[in-house]
């Protein structure tokens, strides 16, 4: 299906178009399964006039993609129970959840599916311990690539900067002015070209602390598909987002 995109201040929203013969005067706004935008037209409607009544109301988009996402969200919430899928690094795995003796319980990436294993099978339990293993994984793979981005930038001295991790609900990452790298540990779910699109971005933050035009040619520099990766998560990252 064609796609097209309109633009507010700060983000691209691409969309679809299909027409229904029932939608006889006005477009309505739609989200298909994959969290994108699509318009449902009249039949006779042009494309060119579709696409300057979303231009124009472009900001009034945005926000309905935002709680239709959220919405969505809700209607997929995940229940962990075993052979359920949950992302990691881009791939979607199966949880295999088992009853174990130990009262810690462990996760472990093994053969194929994320593999739970505790005392205390329960959606709760399992949660709980998903959402930790995600923080180590989060922990252990940022540091390692910010250790890679580091030495790609000359601005950057032999030390590797400071991180720490928290979970955000609309942000991936940010840089303090006294350049401690915040990243969201949820960002792990995503592909790796996307975690390292944001840390390449905040890396870039610890010389040009605003977004203007030195800062993209560091940006540039240290990622060139930086463009992708952050379309990607404005498309994608809700799902990301979901726990
Ligand atoms: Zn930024």
């Not at 129970?81 to 472990?108: C, S, T, W």
């Not at 923080?135 to 032999?158: N, T």
């Amino acid at each position: 299906m064609k796609r097209y995109t309109i633009s507010t201040d700060d983000q691209c929203i691409h969309y679809e178009v299909i027409h229904r013969p029932a939608v006889t005067r006005r477009i309505h706004l739609e989200i298909n399964d994959e969290g994108n935008l699509r318009v449902v037209a009249p039949r006779r409607m042009r494309q060119r006039a579709i696409h300057q009544t979303l231009q124009k109301r472009a900001h009034h988009v945005a926000r309905f993609l935002v709680r239709a996402r959220a919405q969505q969200q809700d209607l997929q919430d995940y229940c962990y129970i075993n052979g359920e899928e949950h992302l990691f690094m881009g791939q979607r795995y199966p949880l295999e959840i088992l009853q174990h003796g130990q009262k810690a319980g462990k996760v472990d990436l093994i053969a194929g599916s994320i593999q739970v294993r505790a005392r205390d099978c329960s959606s709760a339990g399992t949660k709980s311990r998903l959402e930790n293993w995600y923080r180590q994984q989060a922990q252990k793979h940022f540091a390692e690539r910010l250790i890679v981005f580091g030495q790609a930038a000359p601005w950057v001295g032999d030390e590797t900067p400071p991180m720490r991790l928290r979970r955000m609900k609309r942000s991936w990452g940010s840089c303090s002015s006294k350049g401690l790298i915040t990243l969201n540990p949820h960002l792990v779910k995503a592909p790796s070209s996307c975690i390292d699109y944001v840390i390449a971005h905040e890396v870039c933050h610890l010389r040009e602390h605003n977004h203007g035009e030195a800062f993209y040619a560091l940006q540039e520099q240290l990622l060139p598909a930086w463009r992708r990766e952050k379309a990607h998560l404005q498309n994608k990252g809700h799902i990301y987002l979901q726990m």
